[in-house]
C-alpha cells in the first residue's frame, strides 16, 4: 500500500559507499597530517639541552623483592636511562657493601656500553637494565632479620656542550656605537648534570674580552675530572683554560665537595671595531660517579 | 614551761624599762603645762617627744626583739642551773641519744628504719632547745632554720636552680626579717641552729653518703669511729650546764670526750686498750696496721687543689695525680723493691702497665636482630614452703621445690647442668641440702625440670635458700662489624668514611653485636679498639673480653674462646690471642683474653681499587655459667 502523504524530506543526494570510504580516509589523512605536524613541530622546537638530567638509576619493580629469606635467589634489576642530552659511554654499575655471609652478589661489577642521549631522533634517552644475582645464605644464629646497606655506585663518561650569543662591544664607552650591550647572564643548565651556571664578560677597552663561566654539577653525583675539548667564538677558536690550573690548563679535578670550578676564555680585539653578536661555544667531556645507598632485608 | 622559765628575766627587764619611759613622757608633759617661757616650753616639748620615743621603743617591738634575741641571762645564771629547761632538754638529748644509739646499732643492726628517723627527727629539735638554752639564747632563732630546712627537705630536698632562688629568697626575707626586729644576734643564732640540723643527717647517714658519692679517702678507723660515734649524746652533753654545782654534768662530758678521743686518737696510738704493755711485735704488728690502713695514695682534696691551675684538663690532671700516688704508694710497701730485688722504677713501669691493661675493656652492644636468647631462671611457685613447722619429735623434712626453665632457642646440645641447694641463715652457717634431679642434659629448646631441694638437716628459725645450676658447655656468638678500605688516601677518607660508617654501623658504632645471654664475648681490632674502618698500613691492636651478663650467678670457666678473622686471621702471628681453651675465670666479671697487634693485611683487604669491603666477624666462646636464685625468709619453726 502507498503511503498517503509524500515524505516532505527526501535527501537530494544519497551516499554512495565509494563516497563514505575516500570521505573517511581523507578525515583520517586530515587528522593523522594535524597531529604529526603538531607533534614534529613541537620536537623540532624541543631544546634537548636544557636543565640538569643525567643517568636516572632505579630497580625494577619487584628486582629486588622487599624481603627475601634464606638460602633464596634473586635478582638484582638496574635501569640505567640516560635523561640527558649527551650520550653516555664507558659506563660501569657496581654492587658494593654487602656481606658475602649473607648476600652473595654475581657479577659484582657490570659494564655498559653507549646510552644515546636525548635528541630529536631520540627524544626518550636510552634505558638497559643490568641484572645482577644475588643467592641469600642464613641469618646470623637465631637473629629475626639482616638488613644489608650496600651502595651502588654508577661510573661513566659523558659530554656536555654550552653555547651562547653574546655580544662583543670592544669601544665599550663608544656613545655612537648603537649595537649590542655586554650583560652578566645566567643559565639553568645545558642538558646534563655538569652545566655553565653564569657567564660574565669582562671587556679591556682597546685590549680584549675575557669570559669568566662558572661550571657547576647540579646533578646527585659527583664530577671527577673535566676537560676542556673545543672552545669558539664565532668560528674562530678562543683560548679557554679552568682557572686553578697552573699545568694542564684544560683539564681539572672537581673538588669532590665544592663540585664547582671557574673557566677563563680570552680573545684579542681587532681594533676599530664596532660591537656585533656572535656565538661562544664551548665542549666539555667528564667523568661522573653516582652512588646511591640501598638495602636488602633478609627475615626469618 | 620551759619557754615561761627561761624568758622570765627578759621580760622583767622589758617591763621595767617600758615603766621608766612611761614615768619620763609623764613628768615632761607636766614640765611643760608649767613652763612659763618659750624657751622652756619648747625644752619641755622636746624633753615630751623624747620621752613619748622612749615608751613607743619600749613597747610591742622591744618585746618582740626580747622574745626573739635578747640573751635571757647571764652566764653565771646559766652555770647555776638557773636554765631548768635548758638542763632538761640536754639530758633528755643525752638519755634519748643513747637509746637512739643502741637501737641504732645494736637491734636494727644499722639498716634504715622509718622509727629512727622519726626519733632522730625529734632530737634534732630537742637538741636546737638544748642549744638554744645552752647559749641561752631564744629558741625561736635556733628553730627558724631548722624548720626552713626541713621544710626544703621534706619538699623533696628540691635542687632545681629556679626553686633554689625562690626558696632562698623567701629564707633570706624571713631571716632579714627576724634580724631586722630581733638584731644582729638573732641572725647568728641561725646558722648556729643549722649544726643540729647537720647532726641529723650525719645520724641518718650522710658520712657514709659522703664517702661513697665522693670516694673521701679516709681510714677504715676514721670511718668507722665517724659512724660509731653517738653523736647526739655528745652532742647533749657538750650542751649540758657545767661548773658549780654540775659536777655530774661535767663527768657526762668528760665521758663524752674519753669517747671522742677513744674513737678518733686511740687507733693512732699503738697498745691503747691493752691490759698490760705489749711487746715490740705486738707495737710493731699495730704499727703495721696502722700504716697500712692510712691513705693509699694522695688525698683527693690535695689532688684537686693541687691541680687548680689546670683548667683545661682539671679532670686529667687529677686522675692522674690519683693515680700515680696510689702506684707510688703501692710500689713503696713492695717487697721486691723494699729488699732492692727490683728498682723503684720497674715496679712502678710495671704497675702503670697493669693499669693500662686493665683498661682494655671493649665497648659492644646488644644485638636487637636476636630477640629469643639462651636464658635460664628458677622460678618459685605457690607450692614452695615458705613457712612451715614441725614437732620436734618428727623426723620428716619438708622438700622444697622450684622451676628451673631453660630457654635454648638455638638448640644446642649437650647442655650439662648440675643442681646444688643449702640453706642459709645468719652468721650459723649453711645447712647444706640434696637436690633431684642432681644433673640434667638439655637438648631441646625448652626445657623445664621442678628441682627439688631436701635440707640434709632439721631446719628451725628463719632461712635465705639458695639454688644453684651450673651450666656447662654453653655457647654465644658475637659479630663484629668491620669496614676494609684497602689503600686510600686521606681524601677519599674524607669523603667516604663518614658515609661509610654510617650505612654500615648501628648509629655511628661499629661495635662487637652480641645476644644478651649469661655471658658476652666482645672482641675488637683496628687502629683504635672503637675505630671502624680498617686501612692498609696501620698498626692493628686485638683485644677481647668475656664478660659476665646481668645474671644473677657467677662464670666458671671459660672452656674455649676463638675469633673467626678468616683470611686475617692468617697474618696475625700471636695465635693465643684468636683461639684459647680452659680459661680460669677467679669469680671475676670480665675475663681479659689475650690480646696481641699485627700489622699486615692480607690481599684481598688492601687491593679493593675505588672499592670496599663490609665483613662481619664472627666470635664465639664456650663456658660454663653457674646461675643462682636466692629465695628469703623460708621459715621452719618447731612446735612442741
Known amino acids: 500500500m502507498k503511503p498517503l502523504v509524500k515524505p516532505i524530506l527526501k535527501p537530494a543526494w544519497k551516499w554512495s559507499s565509494s563516497a563514505l570510504v575516500i570521505s573517511a580516509v581523507l578525515m583520517m589523512a586530515l587528522l593523522l597530517a594535524s597531529c604529526g605536524s603538531n607533534q614534529g613541530e613541537n620536537l623540532a622546537q624541543y631544546n634537548f639541552k636544557q636543565g640538569y638530567e643525567g643517568l636516572k638509576v632505579k630497580f625494577m619493580e619487584n628486582s629486588p623483592p622487599e624481603e627475601v629469606y634464606p638460602f633464596s635467589e634473586f635478582k638484582i634489576i638496574v635501569e640505567l636511562e640516560n635523561l640527558g642530552a649527551y650520550d653516555i659511554t664507558d659506563g660501569t654499575v657496581a654492587i658494593l657493601g654487602l656481606e658475602e655471609k649473607y648476600f652473595f652478589v654475581y657479577p659484582p661489577e657490570q659494564e655498559f656500553d653507549r646510552l644515546l642521549g636525548r635528541s630529536l631522533t631520540n627524544p626518550s634517552g636510552d634505558l638497559v637494565p643490568k641484572e645482577f644475582d644475588v643467592a641469600s645464605e642464613d641469618l646470623f644464629q637465631n637473629a629475626e632479620e639482616y638488613v644489608g646497606n650496600y651502595f651502588l655506585k654508577v661510573n661513566y663518561n659523558s659530554e656536555m656542550e654550552f653555547a651562547d650569543s653574546i655580544c662583543i662591544k670592544p669601544n665599550l664607552y663608544s656613545t655612537y656605537d648603537a649595537g649590542c650591550e655586554v650583560e652578566e647572564k645566567s643559565y639553568r ?82 681594533a676599530g671595531q664596532s660591537s656585533y653578536t656572535t656565538t661562544l661555544s664551548i665542549e666539555f667531556s667528564y667523568d661522573y660517579e653516582l652512588v646511591q645507598q640501598e638495602k636488602l632485608t633478609m627475615v626469618k | 614551761m620551759a619557754v615561761g622559765s627561761n624568758a622570765g628575766p627578759g621580760a622583767a627587764g622589758a617591763q621595767e624599762q617600758e615603766a621608766k619611759a612611761e614615768t619620763r613622757a609623764e613628768e615632761a608633759e607636766t614640765a611643760e603645762s608649767k613652763a612659763g617661757t618659750k ?72 639498716e634504715p628504719q622509718g622509727f629512727l628517723f622519726v626519733s632522730g627527727f625529734i632530737l634534732m629539735i630537742m637538741a636546737g632547745m638544748a642549744l638554744a638554752g645552752s647559749l641561752g639564747k631564744n629558741y625561736m632563732s635556733v628553730l627558724i632554720p631548722m624548720i626552713l630546712f626541713m621544710v626544703w627537705y621534706s619538699m623533696g630536698a628540691n635542687w632545681s636552680p629556679g626553686f633554689l632562688v625562690m626558696y632562698l629568697v623567701i629564707c633570706i626575707i624571713i631571716i632579714i626579717g627576724f634580724g631586722a626586729i630581733a638584731g644582729r644576734e638573732a641572725v647568728k643564732m641561725e646558722f648556729v641552729g643549722l649544726l643540729p640540723v647537720a647532726l641529723f643527717f650525719v645520724d641518718i647517714g650522710l658520712i657514709a653518703w659522703l664517702l661513697e658519692t665522693f670516694d673521701w679517702q679516709v681510714t677504715g678507723w676514721m670511718a668507722t669511729s665517724i659512724l660509731w660515734t ?21 663527768l657526762i662530758k668528760v665521758a663524752a670526750m674519753i669517747w671522742l678521743v677513744l674513737s678518733f686518737a686511740a687507733p693512732a696510738v699503738p697498745g691503747w686498750g691493752h691490759e698490760t704493755l705489749p711487746g715490740f711485735e705486738e707495737l710493731s704488728a699495730s704499727q703495721a696496721r696502722v700504716i697500712e690502713q692510712l691513705p693509699q695514695g694522695e688525698l683527693l682534696i690535695v689532688s684537686r687543689l693541687k691541680c687548680m691551675t689546670e683548667v683545661q684538663n682539671y679532670d ?27 728498682t723503684m722504677e720497674e715496679c712502678l713501669a710495671e704497675e702503670r702497665e697493669k693499669i693500662e691493661q686493665a683498661k682494655i675493656r671493649v665497648v659492644g652492644a646488644e644485638d636487637r636482630t636476636i630477640k629469643e636468647k639462651t636464658e635460664a631462671e628458677f622460678k618459685v611457685s605457690d607450692y614452695f614452703p615458705m613457712m612451715t613447722f614441725h614437732r620436734a619429735d618428727e623426723e620428716v623434712i619438708t622438700p622444697y621445690p622450684v622451676d628451673f626453665i631453660l630457654k635454648n632457642p638455638r638448640e644446642q646440645t649437650g647442655i650439662e647442668i648440675e643442681f646444688n641447694c643449702y640453706f642459709q641463715k645468719g652468721r650459723e652457717g649453711n645447712v647444706s641440702g640434696t637436690t633431684t634431679p642432681a644433673r640434667i642434659t638439655v637438648n631441646e629448646k625448652i626445657a623445664s625440670n621442678t628441682v627439688v631441694c631436701q635440707p640434709d638437716g632439721q631446719l628451725n628459725g628463719t632461712y635465705t635458700a639458695v639454688y644453684e645450676a651450673t651450666m656447662k658447655n654453653l655457647n654465644t656468638w658475637t659479630r663484629l662489624p668491620k669496614i676494609i678500605v684497602g689503600q686510600k688516601n686521606n681524601e677519599w677518607m674524607e669523603e667516604w668514611a663518614d658515609q661509610l660508617i654510617s650505612a654500615h654501623c648501628q648509629r655511628g658504632n661499629c661495635v662487637p653485636l652480641y645476644p644478651s645471654e649469661f655471658a658476652t664475648l666482645k672482641f675488637a681490632f683496628g687502629r683504635t679498639l672503637d675505630d671502624p674502618i680498617i686501612r692498609s698500613g696501620d698498626v692493628y691492636f686485638l683485644a677481647s673480653t668475656v664478660e659476665k651478663g646481668n645474671v644473677p650467678g657467677n662464670l666458671v670457666k671459660i672452656n674455649h674462646f676463638e675469633l673467626e678473622l678468616e683470611e686475617l686471621g692468617m697474618y696475625i702471628e700471636q695465635q693465643d690471642c684468636l683461639e684459647g681453651f680452659d680459661l680460669a675465670v677467679d669469680g671475676g666479671e670480665i675475663i681479659y683474653l689475650p690480646a696481641c697487634t699485627f700489622t699486615e693485611l692480607p690481599p684481598e683487604y688492601t687491593e679493593l681499587g675505588e672499592g670496599y669491603l663490609y665483613k662481619e666477624f664472627i666470635g664465639k666462646v664456650n663456658y660454663d655459667f653457674r646461675l643462682k636464685k636466692e629465695i628469703r625468709n623460708v621459715k621452719v619453726e618447731v612446735v612442741s
Open chain 2, 316 to 342: 686529667e690532671c687529677v686522675a692522674k695525680r690519683q693515680e700515680d700516688s696510689k702506684i707510688e704508694a703501692k710500689c713503696e710497701k713492695d717487697e721486691l723493691v723494699q729488699s732492692r730485688i727490683r
Open chain 2, 230 to 250: 653517738p653523736w647526739w649524746v655528745v652532742f647533749g652533753a657538750f650542751t649540758l650546764p657545767s661548773g658549780e654545782g654540775n659536777t655530774k654534768y661535767d
Open chain 1, 189 to 270: 643548565g645545558q642538558g646534563g648534570p655538569l652545566a655553565v651556571t653564569k657567564l660574565v664578560e669582562i671587556i679591556s677597552p682597546g685590549s680584549g674580552v675575557e669570559f669568566r663561566l662558572d661550571l657547576e654539577n647540579k646533578g646527585r653525583g659527583k664530577v671527577g675530572t673535566a676537560t676542556l675539548r673545543r672552545a669558539r667564538l664565532g668560528n674562530e677558536p678562543i683560548e679557554c683554560r679552568f682557572s686553578g690550573e697552573a699545568s694542564d690548563l684544560r683539564s681539572t679535578k672537581f673538588d669532590r665537595e665544592e663540585q664547582k670550578e671557574v673557566i677563563i676564555c680570552r680573545k684579542a680585539f681587532i
Open chain 2, 39 to 110: 624657751a622652756e616650753q619648747a625644752r619641755a616639748k622636746a624633753a615630751r617627744d623624747e620621752a613619748r620615743t622612749a615608751r613607743k621603743e619600749g613597747g610591742v617591738f622591744d618585746k618582740l626583739k626580747n622574745f626573739l634575741g635578747k640573751e635571757r641571762g647571764a652566764p653565771a645564771e646559766r652555770t647555776t642551773g638557773s636554765g631548768g629547761a635548758n638542763r632538761g632538754f640536754a639530758l633528755a638529748v643525752v638519755v634519748w641519744g643513747l637509746i637512739h644509739w643502741l637501737l641504732k646499732n645494736f637491734y636494727f643492726g644499722g
